[in-house]
């Protein structure tokens, strides 16, 4: 190899790269002369590192940016074999990489022996400095054999888009994170993007749903359909705050819109920001209707308390009425203190202390200690509960719980019937079940009974009738404390339940004892007539413990 170096001109081992082919001659020299001074030229001032390899890869000419961009001169790097041992110190890495170097420039030559190119690789490479650096190589097969390979120092562009990879995976995680439901719509309603949130709520795969409508999605929700064909007018270009309900699915949703708008001020599509704020808004229907419902509790026992006061001050009130008065005044006094304690533990909800305790025994107990309140009914317990012992259940709640159910059952079971109670332990907890042999609900109140504790019967119906009473009614407050004990995760409440068939609409009552009715004159056709059910599931992990 000819050793004559110019440092001004790069690293070559001739007076400048080699062209291609034979030096030429005859009346076609002066043209390829300018062709060589002109290719020469190009490479010494290439903004990319140039190397020339014979046919057997020895280093005919590095240019400068060679040198620029790795340190090495052509004396450091005499042939290819040198070049892979220094530029790849580590055995493993040297031994993948001349692998490929030698499968893409044979994979040329075999295709065709003429001028062919590789497709442009990246590789980690080591510098003189020690320093690596991230390289896009490309490889051309000349001809005569000789390899020209081009050298582009990529690092800080790989470094770029490593970054850009990492903020499009934090923007992406971050995208899927939020619970709310996000989509953007483009100009013409169809979807460009959802999150996680939205395509779970449709049980489909993101990227299956991109290019599609709302329309086209049987599982869309009608309230989101609505809300993006509504889009296709002027406003969809302002920023919108809307609440939507659907129809069918009863859903609630907060939305807001805001367009997409380019640095031209064009207009691209709108990102939409749903949350479902069901639960939120039943609960605040459930206060309200509570608030009204407890006007009329107040109501009541004050205006009983107020008539016997003014009986009391008769001087002809013989001591048998005296004692009546005074007892509906003592009467009207607990419940009364009754409903100031229920308020509280809605408005101000206790901790959740569970511990050890035999849950059958403790539910017997209660039971038991309800029916000694209520000597005057004729309504049987009926027990079929499992010896369950439990370290994740509240006493104090599980009280509550089995009160308010039980009561609510003898309240409207008519005496004579039965009320079955169940205890069992499943796969997820353990499960409390009441179910009455009363007059059921209708059909209609169903829905709204746990979702706003909906009275079945109007407010003004309720009597002053003594607890535990048929009909007695009064349960609001009750009903509703055990809905927030549940919205805290302490348990899950469902009920079911199938109005008696032969009462039909609301204003239609039961006499109260299966003796009485028209109907069945037996328990078992009575408890086939109607009833409800209330089920209460204690979760072994509970979802939400404050």
Not at 34 to 45: D, G, H, K
Not at 180 to 200: C, F, G, P, S
Not at 336 to 348: A, G, H, Y
Request: charged share 25%; hydrophobic share 35%; with cysteine.
């Amino acid at each position: 190899m000819d050793e004559n170096h110019n440092p001004e001109s790069g690293s070559r081992a001739q007076s400048g790269p080699a062209g291609p082919g034979d030096s030429p001659s005859g009346p076609h020299a002066a043209r390829a002369g300018a062709t060589e001074e002109m290719f020469r030229t190009l490479a010494e001032v290439a903004p990319f590192g140039i190397a020339i390899l014979s046919f057997d890869e020895k280093t005919e000419y590095l240019n400068p940016k060679f040198t620029e961009i790795f340190g090495y001169t052509i004396e450091e790097v005499p042939d290819f074999e040198t070049w892979f041992r220094i530029a790849y110190p580590d055995e493993n890495r040297r031994l993948a990489a001349a692998s490929l170097w030698r499968r893409e420039v044979s994979g040329i030559r075999n295709r065709e022996w003429m001028s062919a190119e590789a497709d442009p690789k990246r590789l980690r490479m080591q510098c003189k400095d020690g320093k690596e650096k991230i390289i896009s190589f490309r490889a051309v097969v000349l001809a005569d054999g000789k390899v020209i390979a081009t050298f582009l120092d990529a690092t800080a562009e790989a470094k770029a888009e490593l970054e850009l990879q990492r903020a499009e995976k934090e923007w992406e995680l971050t995208f899927n994170a939020v619970s709310d439901l996000v989509y953007i719509l483009d100009t013409h309603q169809k979807i460009v993007r959802i999150n996680r949130a939205m395509a779970d709520r449709l049980e489909m795969d993101p990227s299956a749903i991109v290019g599609m409508t709302f329309r086209d999605i049987d599982r869309a929700e009608k309230t989101l359909t609505s809300l993006s064909s509504s889009t296709d007018s002027v406003t969809a270009r302002q920023e919108r705050f809307l609440e939507i309900e659907g129809r069918s699915s009863g859903a609630i949703f907060d939305v807001r819109t805001s367009p997409l708008i380019d640095e031209r001020g064009q207009y691209l599509g709108s990102v939409y920001v749903a949350r479902d704020v069901t639960a939120l808004k039943r609960l605040d229907r459930a206060r309200r209707r509570a608030v009204h419902h407890l006007s009329h509790e107040l109501t009541t026992p004050l205006a009983i308390i107020k008539g016997s006061v003014r009986k009391l001050e008769s001087r002809q009130l013989s001591p048998e009425l005296r004692e009546a008065s005074f007892k509906r005044i003592e009467r009207s006094l607990d419940r009364l203190s009754e409903i100031q304690q229920t308020v509280k533990e809605i408005v101000f909800p206790r901790p959740y202390h569970p511990m050890t305790l035999s849950v059958e025994q403790a539910v017997r107990q209660i039971v038991e200690g309800l029916c000694e309140r209520c000597p005057h009914r004729s309504v049987v317990v009926v027990f079929r509960m499992e010896h369950v012992e439990a370290d994740f259940v509240d006493p104090e709640v599980l009280g509550q719980v089995v009160e308010t159910l039980v009561k609510n059952a003898i309240e409207n079971t008519p005496d004579e019937a039965q009320i079955m109670l169940s205890l069992k332990r499943d796969c997820q907890g353990i499960l409390l079940t009441v179910q009455d042999g009363g007059v059921g609900i209708n059909g209609e109140d169903q829905p709204f009974l746990f979702e706003a504790f909906y009275h079945t019967q109007p407010t003004d119906f309720y009597s002053t009738r003594r607890p535990f009473d048929f009909n007695a009614g009064g349960k609001g407050l009750e009903l509703l404390r055990l809905k927030i004990l549940s919205e805290n995760g302490f348990f899950e409440m469902s009920v079911k339940s199938q109005r008696c068939r032969y009462l039909g609409g609301n204003k239609n009552t039961c006499p109260g004892r299966v003796s009485l009715c028209p109907h069945v004159n037996e328990v078992q056709a009575c408890a086939q007539a109607g009833g409800s059910t209330f089920s209460a599931l204690f979760r072994a992990s509970p979802s939400h413990v404050p």
